[in-house]
């Protein structure tokens, strides 16, 4: 009769408990940040063949030869490597002296557990003594709509003729907003 007593006693404290997985804290809504390059981002007389990009948490690439563009463009495509929370740019490519670089991640890097995209991001660096600060920028519409052009390239090339877009690449570009803005 006791074991009867203290099987019901135990079944009724048990039941007695509410058992749901823990909240976890507030929703994580903050693109990773970085914390350090190597070298630094607006470097000049940049001669490295790696640059390496630490995060503030894990992340992950996502769609890296839609999203990642170099320009001027590269013939060879770098290796994009994470391991923990660094990832590592390693340039096949031989680099054009005097030459301003930017490296536009574009949606590429998200955090690992909430997904959450660090926008445009860019590292810039130089071969040569300076960061070429020239720019060009503007708006880009649909000619019969007026709306805003959205996921447009805009291109630029260094010796322009009438069939350069089908023989050669550019050598600058951009990717226009959600808004037509590049």
Do not use: H, W
């Not at 031989?94 to 557990?113: C, H, M, V």
């Not at 909430?114 to 880009?140: C, H, L, P």
Request: glycine share 4%.
């Amino acid at each position: 009769m006791r074991i009867f007593l203290f099987s019901i006693v135990l079944i009724i404290i048990a039941g007695c408990a509410n058992q749901v997985a823990p909240s976890g804290g507030p929703k994580d809504i903050t693109p990773p940040t970085v914390l350090d390059y190597e070298p630094d981002s607006a470097s000049v007389l940049f001669t490295a063949k790696t640059i390496s990009i630490k995060f503030d948490e894990y992340v992950i690439l996502n769609d890296v030869f839609n999203q990642i563009s170099i320009s001027p463009p590269l013939n060879e495509t770098p290796d994009y490597k994470l391991k923990g929370k660094t990832l590592t740019i390693s340039i096949k490519d031989t680099l054009k002296p005097e030459t301003t670089y930017t490296i536009n991640f574009g949606q590429a890097i998200k955090d690992n557990t909430a997904g959450n995209v660090k926008e445009n991001f860019t590292y810039v660096f130089s071969t040569g003594s300076y960061i070429d600060s020239s720019q060009v920028s503007g708006k880009v519409v649909d000619l019969l709509t007026a709306a805003p052009a959205t996921k447009a390239y805009v291109v630029l090339y260094y010796e322009p003729t009438d069939t350069s877009f089908t023989t050669t690449k550019p050598y600058y570009f951009a990717k226009t907003d959600v808004s037509g803005n590049f």
